[in-house]
């Protein structure tokens, strides 16, 4: 079975970039399909970039994108410019079949989630 593993959370100060990482164990990542989401309390969870198996990638903002290292089994989330402020969990999905990358119903395994936070 699929398993992702994620970084552990960490803090960056505004207008730096932050890589997360999700290593995938058990099961072969290059058939799936890597969306990332970010979850703020009180908020749905929203899609904020997507990977697909030819590393073809989709983002909600240009400051943010997906990418994949086929060879090491792992999926990416690069973030540039963070907020001051910023704050949210962040995980990763993976899917064999993702019609809607935003969709989180789309999604058959999911990340743990990282908090990362932006702050002088």
């Known amino acids: 079975q699929l398993q992702l593993e994620q970084a552990g959370g960490r803090w960056v100060q505004p207008g730096q970039s932050l890589r997360l990482s999700c290593t995938a164990s058990?099961?072969?990542?290059?058939?799936?399909?890597v969306g990332w989401f970010r979850q703020v309390p009180g908020k749905e969870r929203e899609g904020v970039a997507y990977a697909d198996v030819t590393s073809y990638g989709l983002s909600a903002e240009e400051r943010c994108y997906a990418f994949r290292d086929f060879a090491n089994n792992t999926a990416y989330l690069q973030m540039n410019n963070l907020h001051f402020g910023e704050t949210a969990a962040y995980c990763c999905a993976a899917g064999k079949s993702v019609a809607d990358w935003r969709n989180t119903a789309t999604y058959d395994y999911w990340g743990r989630g990282t908090q990362d936070t932006a702050s002088s």
């Open positions: 058990g099961v072969s990542l290059d058939t799936y399909r």
